[in-house]
């Protein structure tokens, strides 16, 4: 659950890739109202005492209207959805996780975060990190680290590192015990904010169990 | 002789008010609970343990809600205030529900044995032969977008079963999340944090509630100067009564106040005279002052209910100095010692029947009402003795003429019993009562709901609403014993009876429960937990899962720990401290319920459940209170039966029998009365029945012991000695707390009604001139 922060938190930053304004400061927000980002993801989780990563791909659907899709197609069938009203995981169809924001008040928190910056306020992100940016605006990165007193219960990470041009191509998420995730994106896109009535009934089950 | 009895009787008064100073220097010890007020359930000590045991932990509870728009300002204020509670000493607080301590104590007692720990549902699964599910669970969370808390507990559980089982531990509370190792929950727009402590010492013991009070204040004063705008809420059997005690002894002064101004009124409104109030309050004085220097010595303490009754004493008390008083009037009678003799023989028969009265009161096993009987008894006693041996040395007061026009009005009540037409009248009201009484008494009915007797305080209420709404339903006040030969027995109990309990739950009835079989699973269980492991779960997905996972294949032959999870284990490892709570004794352990609607549909359930009980401590009182309606109304028939064979003795057969009627038809009616305007019996009612009969048969015996030359002065002590008895008894009748005020309506119209009736007394005596 808890790295349920960060990985939201690498999906925002793709779907707000930050421009790169003129001044030499990232800006965000490159989704215009209406419209939503697709792509395809490949997540390579280091664990520790595992020899190898384990390897997820899949796509997913970054909506502002209806929230964020998750759709792990390879090795398994997982999906994951999330928005203001919480997170629900179904494996092979069969709900494997529900998290109602109600009972997880950092979820909201979350939310504010994902609101943030998706209109582009980088401020709501250095409430809890220090930002440090370079690169220009093709080719930038970012590097995150959690403040001292930040919330180490909640987010036991020491550093995620983000990548990317036009759009996020690359999120690292390193964790306390050493673990880590490598998320890249591919094949990304701005489309109508329009989910298939697949990915809508998908949404309907965060409310409704 | 009289003067040394005198001087003996003024050293004991001496001695009392000796003692009753020195108590209250120390600080009287205050009683405030209904329970005190109970006696003990002897024929069953072990439920007596429990209830104790759980009552206690729960009454001992608070909660409060510390609530902000802000959540940095909610958490701010709620450290703020839980550290303010707890240096005040009236609180302990319950430090951090499930921070990551609890929690890695909570893991370390449980990971030795997770070969044998199983989620229900994951225990179902296995059950129904769905491994593959568990199995795939597992994987998602592996693979998933959110990820695991601990990678290395995947390497050893590639199943994940232990936080499954980790997750599911039914903890208190368990709705709550926890954000940053506080219990949080938003509602209204606003973060809440919850803090939970325990009062530190008796919630029923005055001081410990004015303590408890007063540190909530101050803490949430301090906390909202620092954050305005921050709402606290708080729940707690402690405030409940505190409000209930603070109501209780309000009203115990006002109608003190009343009581003793209105008497004060009375008197000095008949006799022109202080010197009469003085003599007057002489006696009630050295009765209530040895009254409870008496109860103070013999039950070490005193209950607010005892001391409500006491100032209703001071009605009683009253009588005898109004008796000897009225002789001031008396032409016949010009100096104290004829004063005296006048009506010693009618105060002192007065107070047998009286005493007699009590003393079946006293015989009632109710540890306050012993009290209430002692502190009445020993009181009226006082005020008799000091009436008889002080009175007539202390007695000043020449012969009063002002009293004609009184007495001419007492003197035309006589005679409207002694006219043809008077006794027409008298006739015809009294068949008017017997019709309206008899109609009456096809109405009586009983409810003897504690839940309707009590005034609870409705802002209290209200606030205990809001936090429900906010932190879900809170622990029940009733719970479920099981008592079985061991530990291990009782376990398996709890397993059969949490399969009865699942569809309570999904059908509402219930939104949860906690048992100890939950925490440590029996041996029985822990054994067959590891059968399905290896069977419907190891045996055929193991080496896939690890492969999937890639993992390298299980090295053969490792062997397991296979120690078997105890009950003393879990104790002893204090990780779950909530668990001794519910572990009273070998065997006998407790189920908490939450949020419990439906009591029947959950009792239903329970029946063919050996060693299996729903306790329902409310319900029990109920039951209890009547169990002793019906005793005190027992009771009531055996203060009439001591009583009259005494007034036989004394009057024989016709007059004695005329001198039982307006009392007993007092008791008998006021019920009945009461039945009329639908007001349903109680044992409060029954109890007020035990004091009619006495006082009545007291005006009765007044009456009766009269000669006919003195009727109008006794009609006059009489009619004085009700209506002080009505201000006192009768002001109970608006008392806020229903048992209070019913026991004050029945009074008011049993004494109206013996008043009323207790010239019949005399009608025996009237034709001898």
């Known amino acids: 659950m808890k790295r349920l922060l960060s990985i939201l938190l690498a999906a925002l930053l793709s779907a707000a890739a930050p421009a790169w304004a003129a001044d030499g400061t990232v800006t965000a927000g490159i989704l215009k109202p209406g419209e939503a980002l697709r792509g395809k993801f490949l997540q390579e989780r280091r664990l520790q005492g595992f020899d190898a990563p384990l390897k997820t791909e899949g796509s997913y659907l970054l909506s502002p209207a209806s929230g964020l899709l998750w759709r792990a197609e390879k ?102 015990n050493g673990d880590s995730d490598r998320i890249t994106f591919s094949d990304q896109t701005v489309v109508q904010d329009k989910p298939t009535p697949d990915e809508i009934q998908l949404f309907s089950k965060v409310k409704t169990p | 002789m009289r003067r040394t009895a005198a001087l003996i009787w003024l050293a004991l008064v001496c001695l009392s008010a000796g003692y009753v100073g020195y108590q209250a220097v120390n600080g009287i010890a205050l009683r405030t609970d209904l329970t005190a007020l109970l006696p003990r359930d002897e024929r069953d000590p072990i439920l007596q343990k429990v209830n104790d045991a759980v009552s206690s932990s729960l009454s001992r509870r608070a909660v409060f809600l510390v609530g902000h728009a802000e959540r940095a300002k909610a958490r701010q204020g709620a450290a ?250 008396d032409g016949d009678a010009p100096d104290p010692a004829r004063r005296l003799s006048h009506v010693l023989s009618g105060i002192s028969l007065g107070l047998l029947c009286t005493l007699i009265g009590y003393i079946a009161l006293m015989l009632a096993p109710f540890p306050g009402l012993r009290q209430i009987a002692v502190f009445s008894a020993i009181g009226l006693g006082a005020a008799f003795a000091s009436v008889v041996l002080w009175f007539p040395r202390l007695d000043r007061t020449p012969m009063l003429h002002h009293g004609r026009p009184v007495l001419g009005a007492m003197a035309a009540l006589w005679r409207v019993w002694e006219t043809p037409v008077g006794r027409r009248a008298v006739a015809a009201i009294l068949v008017a009562l017997a019709i309206a009484g008899t109609a009456g008494l096809t109405r009586l009915h009983a409810n003897d709901d504690v839940r309707s007797m009590q005034s609870l305080s409705k802002p209290l209420l209200r606030e205990q609403e809001e936090v429900r709404d906010i ?43 906690q048992t100890p079989a939950a925490f440590v699973p029996s041996p029985e269980r822990q054994a067959e937990n590891r059968r399905l492991i290896r069977d419907r779960l190891e045996a055929p997905f193991l080496a896939r899962q690890r492969a999937a996972l890639g993992l390298a294949p299980a090295p053969p032959g490792v062997e397991r720990d296979d120690t078997v999870l105890t009950l003393d284990d879990a104790l002893g490892s204090g990780a779950v401290p909530f668990l001794s709570q519910l572990i009273i004794a070998p065997g006998v352990h407790v189920v908490m319920l939450e949020g419990l609607t439906d009591a029947d549909a959950l009792r239903a359930t329970l029946a063919s459940l050996p060693g299996v009980r729903l306790v329902d401590p409310t319900g029990d009182f109920s039951a209890l209170l009547s169990k002793y309606r019906h005793q005190a109304l027992w009771q ?23 001198v039982l009627v307006p009392s007993v038809a007092a008791v008998v009616l006021t019920p009945a009365l009461l039945a009329l305007i639908g007001q349903a019996m109680t044992f409060f009612h029954a109890m007020a029945l035990v004091l009619v009969l006495a006082i009545g048969v007291d005006y009765a ?69």
């Open chain 2, 80 to 329: 703020s205030v839980s550290q303010a509670l707890a240096a005040s000493g009236a609180f302990s607080i319950e430090r951090d529900a499930l921070n990551a301590e609890r929690l890695k104590r909570v893991g370390a007692l449980y990971w030795p044995h997770r070969g044998a720990l199983l989620s229900n549902a994951d225990r179902a699964a296995l059950q129904a032969d769905q491994g593959e599910a568990v199995a795939t669970r597992a994987l998602s969370q592996a693979y998933g977008f959110v990820g695991l808390s601990d990678s290395r507990l995947l390497v050893e559980d590639p199943f994940l079963l232990f936080p499954a089982f980790m997750s599911h531990l039914p903890f208190p509370m368990s709705r709550l999340s926890v954000d940053d190792g506080m219990l949080s929950a938003h509602a209204q727009g606003m973060t809440w944090i919850l803090v939970t402590g325990l009062v530190g010492g008796d919630p029923y013991d005055l001081a410990v509630q004015e303590a408890a009070v007063a540190a909530y204040d101050t803490a949430v004063a301090a906390a909202q100067a620092q954050a305005p705008g921050l709402a606290v809420k708080h729940l707690g059997a402690v405030f409940f009564a505190f409000q209930a005690a603070r109501a209780s002894l309000d009203e115990a002064r006002i109608l003190a106040f009343t009581a003793a101004a209105g008497t004060i009124l009375l008197v000095v409104c008949v006799f022109r005279r202080l010197s009469v109030l003085w003599l007057n309050l002489l006696a009630v004085g050295t009765g209530l002052l040895v009254g409870l220097a008496a109860s103070l010595a013999i039950f070490g303490e005193i209950h607010v209910a005892s001391l409500l009754f006491g100032t209703s004493l001071i009605g009683i008390a009253v009588d005898y100095a109004l008796q000897y008083s009225v002789g001031f009037f």
């Open chain 2, 636 to 658: 009531l028939a055996l203060t009439a039966a001591l009583v009259a064979p005494v007034l036989l003795w004394r009057y024989g057969w016709r007059r004695g029998v005329l």
């Open chain 2, 701 to 769: 015996v007044f009456c009766a012991e009269s000669s006919h030359a003195r009727r109008p002065l006794t009609m006059l002590a009489i009619l004085l000695a009700a209506m002080t008895t009505t201000l006192s008894f009768g002001l109970l009748a608006f008392s806020r707390a229903h048992a209070v005020h019913v026991f004050g309506l029945t009074v008011l119209i049993g004494i109206t009604l013996a008043f009323l009736l207790a010239p019949l007394a005399a009608a025996g005596r009237a034709r001898k001139p």
């Open chain 2, 471 to 513: 932190i879900g339903a809170t622990v029940s006040p009733q719970f479920i014993l099981v008592r079985a030969g061991s530990d291990d027995a009782a376990l398996r109990t709890e397993e059969e009876l949490a399969v009865r309990l699942a569809p309570l739950v999904t059908d509402g009835a219930l939104s949860g429960f």
């Open chain 1, 75 to 176: 090795p398994f069938a997982v999906v994951t959805m999330i928005n203001g009203d919480g997170l629900v995981q179904l494996a092979n169809g069969q709900e494997t996780l529900r998290l109602p924001a109600a009972r997880l008040p950092f979820l909201s928190r979350l939310f504010a975060v994902f609101e943030g910056a998706l209109l582009g306020d980088w401020r709501k992100l250095s409430d809890q990190f220090t930002v440090a940016q370079s690169g220009n605006e093709r080719d930038w990165t970012l590097a995150l680290t959690p403040l001292k007193n930040g919330d180490a219960e909640v987010m036991p990470i020491s550093r995620i590192n983000v990548s990317g041009g036009r759009f996020v191509q690359k999120v690292e998420i390193v964790r306390v």
